[in-house]
């Protein structure tokens, strides 16, 4: 769950004269809080560019707002939960501003629809993940008094318009580059949430990044929910390796990453862009849900064990180092304990960098819903403790390799270890903590890894 915040040097007052008078007339205020994925993220920074050109001004605290939105993930119940209990908290907040409104935006209004209002009455407002840019008119319609304004279409004709964004970093932007999905994975709702794959225009996507590079933001990374699966509709750049190789022509530049590549679609050519283009960040994002050939089948993985760790091999062999991390879901339907070790042993075998892990969460309308919730919550939760402390015993082992190395790392905010300190991040990710000045932020420096943790190291400036 991550708060966006807007430049408070945008908000404005707005006066009018009457009558040799001046009145102050405060202009409207909105609030977003994003759950989910960085495609959500990027979907709030785009309505906050919508409602701050419609005269909206941005506030951190929701008792001003008149209009509050929680942009909401639909992957897992316990996602759900957190935004009607979030809902619940607020009202107390949001409800002493006379005529503010709140809505739900993202995967779970796309999926639940009407029925949010039968849950949450005093929700006024319901827009679908494909549907921001209606965003203007439905809250007009709010501010002329409608209540219960919803719309959830698949709004694919103008899906890649350009927004006037509102960036959540002044020096790492996202960049859509294709929406949805295909694959109908049996536990995942997002072709049903986001669509089937439509891609954005190759000139469209290098526009955009040269629009960014010019604003000064040296590092982009390119979305979509299999981001490697893009495929340009003018057929003017061959593939998504030729992609990422005209994204990092562009003057400025310094740095792309992209995610969540899909398995199935990665090949060696990525690699090889990655050898040879620099500014193409040394880390993989490869989901891999489990290491158990037998749950893939089952979850519609369309790979098997094997299949997924020829990529892992190639990727490996690199000389680039390249740091690896992975989505893993312990207890789908079925998942006997003898599966849960050979997704342990895929852990061991690969050495992943990171790694985000699930209990399987049973969403209605998926294939996998019909299956049961077989395996109890209980024994969900001893398996999720079990691979979480695996994989930190891994992950202490591969950041300790990194201890008296120069790494070079973008300087991009302040570290949460300690607020007297800043922190970046390497080519593969890593969040480097070290003691420095407020004028390196958005710099590229060189540091000295001196210890390792888990998930994080600390270094020296050199």
Request: aromatic share 8%.
């Amino acid at each position: 769950m991550a708060l966006l915040k807007s430049d408070p040097c945008r908000r404005h007052t707005l006066a009018t004269r009457r009558s040799n008078q001046t009145h102050i007339v405060e202009p409207k205020k909105f609030f977003i809080e994003t759950f989910g994925c960085q495609m959500n993220l990027h979907d709030s920074e785009k309505v906050a560019g919508t409602l701050t050109q419609m005269g909206y001004v941005p506030t951190d605290d929701p008792s001003e707002a008149d209009l509050v939105l929680l942009n909401t993930c639909n992957i897992r119940e316990k996602a759900n939960q957190k935004v009607f209990s979030r809902l619940g908290s607020l009202q107390k907040s949001y409800g002493t501003k006379p005529g503010a409104k709140v809505g739900l935006l993202g995967c779970m209004a796309q999926m639940e629809g009407v029925k949010i209002f039968e849950r949450a009455p005093n929700v006024d407002l319901v827009v679908g993940s494909s549907s921001y840019s209606f965003i203007p008119e439905l809250v007009e319609k709010l501010e002329q008094g409608s209540r219960h304004v919803i719309d959830v279409t698949q709004d694919s004709d103008r899906l890649f318009e350009t927004y006037a964004d509102s960036r959540g970093n002044p020096y790492k932007a996202f960049v859509t580059i294709m929406e949805g999905c295909n694959r109908f994975c049996s536990f995942c709702v997002v072709p049903y949430t986001r669509g089937r794959e439509r891609s954005r225009p190759g000139d469209r996507v290098l526009s955009e990044i040269r629009r960014l590079a010019s604003e000064g933001y040296p590092e982009v990374m390119l979305l979509g929910q299999t981001v490697n699966s893009w495929r340009d509709p003018a057929g003017i750049i061959p593939s998504f390796a030729g992609l990422l190789r005209q994204t990092a022509a562009v003057p400025g530049i310094r740095r792309v990453r992209f995610t969540s590549p899909h398995p199935s679609d990665f090949h060696p050519e990525i690699v090889e862009v990655m050898e040879t283009t620099p500014q193409v960040c040394n880390q993989v994002h490869l989901p891999v849900q489990s290491g158990s050939t037998e749950v893939l089948r089952r979850m519609k993985r369309d790979y098997t064990r094997e299949e997924y760790l020829r990529r892992v091999e190639f990727i490996q062999s690199s000389p680039c180092d390249i740091a690896l991390s992975t989505d893993v879901i312990v207890g789908f339907p079925g998942e006997t304990q003898e599966d849960f070790e050979e997704t342990l042993s895929l852990l061991q075998r690969v050495g992943y960098d990171q790694i985000f892990s699930f209990k399987y969460s049973a969403r209605p309308g998926t294939e996998a819903f019909a299956l049961g919730d077989t395996v109890p919550e209980e024994e969900k939760g001893r398996r999720l403790a079990v691979l979480q402390e695996f994989q930190r015993k891994i992950q202490t082992q591969r950041n300790e390799q990194l201890v008296g190395r120069e790494l070079e790392i973008l300087v991009d905010g302040k570290s949460q270890k300690n607020a007297s300190e800043l922190m970046g991040r390497t080519t593969q990710n890593k969040i480097v903590n070290f003691p420095g000045s407020p004028e390196l932020l958005g710099k590229f420096v060189r540091v000295r890894v001196s210890r390792a943790f888990p998930n994080s190291l600390a270094g020296e400036l050199i």
